[in-house]
């Protein structure tokens, strides 16, 4: 025999009332209008437990622009919120472009005692006029004098972590690179620091008389072709 037709009339656990029908009713036992009904008395109350859960804030997302040497050495800035706050952002050491800091509890407030969401602070690193970066190694150009590149000498340069003396070896040419261990990006997350690689450039400057006059007199130096083995020369 066909099974029995009934319908009547519930209460969801929020108070929201729907209603019912038998098996042989519409949509599987309950009407369309009816089903909408309930979901969205149910999304209006908050679910179940009448508008009592806890809804979790946003995260909100900033960018912090910070100079090339914190990036490489690690630093402490200070942001300021659109509401005024001020946050003090802890960039660590070796820290690179665009990478995501986040800090708990910043963000928007929670609802219903929810928690605060998280503050992202995107990392924009400013370019150095002397510095380049290629993963936690320094890469940068010194120029020498054609005294300091003939005879050799000591100098100093600068670095990321401050100024060391490096020796210029004798007969140096431009392009020669010398390597600074540990002077480079500072050590973070278990990596050992970078180093720092120095490339010589010499510059001749104002030549004056004397040197004019050695030049025009040195044979060697006119029969040496530096071009040699140049493709095209």
Known sequence: PPPPRWRGRAEAPGGARYAYSGADGPAGGFDEAEIGDIFADLFRRGGPGGGRARMRGGDVNYTLAIDF???ANGATRRLTLPDGRHLDVRVPPGITEGQVLRLKGQGEPGARGGAAGDALIAIHIEPHPLFRREGNDIHFEVPVSLAEAVLGGRIAVPTPSG???????????????????????????????????????????????????????????????????????
């Open 69 to 71: 040497l914190d990036a």
């Open 163 to 233: 100024p060391v003396t490096v020796k210029v070896p004798r007969h140096s040419d431009s392009g020669t690179k010398l390597r600074l261990r540990g002077k480079g990006v500072a050590a973070h997350g278990g990596q050992p620091a970078g180093d720092a690689y120095v490339t010589l450039a010499v510059r001749v400057g104002p030549a004056d008389a004397a040197l004019e006059t050695f030049v025009e007199g040195w044979a060697a130096g006119k029969r040496r072709n530096p071009r040699e083995g140049l493709k095209g020369a």
